[in-house]
């Protein structure tokens, strides 16, 4: 089954939005197999937003991963990456659609809330930065029948 790293940035763990995102993606019916608050050290957040690093807002980018704790998520299931991707909405708050994570909660693109890998290979490598496999649970959910 497909897994995709998520993470409530900074602003979404102040603005105690932990338990509504969690929420989200319970309900809709995918499933939780790993988990954790963490503080990320800068060395990570350059990392983690490499792809990003001749921008402009890079410097910005990182200060702000690290500026309190995030937390960090795997989840799993069928088109977990795009589903989940669709449900965070568009990057710019003001472009994401209501009923979407950001358009709901977001005003401002340095402080859109949440994370989640864009591809396979980013959920891969993504996953790998964050979690040792120890940390990933590999259990049965009794409702996978009533979902798939
Ligand atoms: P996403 O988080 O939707 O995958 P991205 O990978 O293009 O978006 O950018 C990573 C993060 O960088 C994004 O969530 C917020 C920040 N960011 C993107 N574009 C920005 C901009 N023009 N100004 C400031 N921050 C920006
Ligand atoms: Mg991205």
Same mark, same amino acid.
């Given at each position: 089954?497909e897994?995709?790293?998520m993470?409530?940035k900074?602003?979404?763990?102040?603005?105690n939005?932990?338990?509504d995102?969690?929420s989200r993606f319970e309900?809709?019916?995918?499933?939780? %197999?790993? *988990?954790?608050?963490m503080q990320i050290?800068?060395?990570? +957040?350059?990392e983690?937003?490499?792809?990003?690093?001749e /921008? !402009?807002?890079f410097?910005?980018?990182v200060?702000?991963i690290t500026s309190?704790? %995030?937390f *960090?998520?795997v989840w799993?299931g069928?088109d977990?990456? +795009?589903?989940a991707r669709?449900?965070?909405?568009?990057? /710019? !708050?003001?472009e994401?659609?209501?009923?979407t994570?950001?358009?709901?909660y977001?005003v401002i693109v340095?402080?859109?809330?949440?994370?989640?890998?864009?591809?396979?290979?980013?959920?891969?490598?993504?996953i790998g930065?964050?979690?040792?496999?120890e940390?990933?649970?590999d259990?049965?959910?009794?409702?996978l029948?009533?979902i798939?």
């Amino acid at each position: 089954m497909e897994k995709t790293f998520m993470m409530v940035k900074p602003d979404g763990v102040q603005r105690n939005l932990i338990g509504d995102i969690t929420s989200r993606f319970e309900k809709k019916g995918f499933q939780l %197999v790993g *988990a954790k608050l963490m503080q990320i050290p800068t060395s990570l +957040a350059e990392e983690h937003y490499g792809e990003h690093k001749e /921008k !402009p807002f890079f410097g910005e980018l990182v200060e702000f991963i690290t500026s309190g704790p %995030v937390f *960090a998520m795997v989840w799993e299931g069928e088109d977990v990456i +795009a589903t989940a991707r669709n449900m965070m909405g568009a990057t /710019k !708050p003001a472009e994401a659609a209501p009923g979407t994570i950001r358009g709901d909660y977001g005003v401002i693109v340095g402080k859109n809330i949440i994370h989640g890998s864009d591809s396979p290979e980013s959920a891969e490598r993504e996953i790998g930065l964050f979690f040792n496999s120890e940390e990933l649970v590999d259990y049965q959910k009794n409702d996978l029948n009533w979902i798939y």
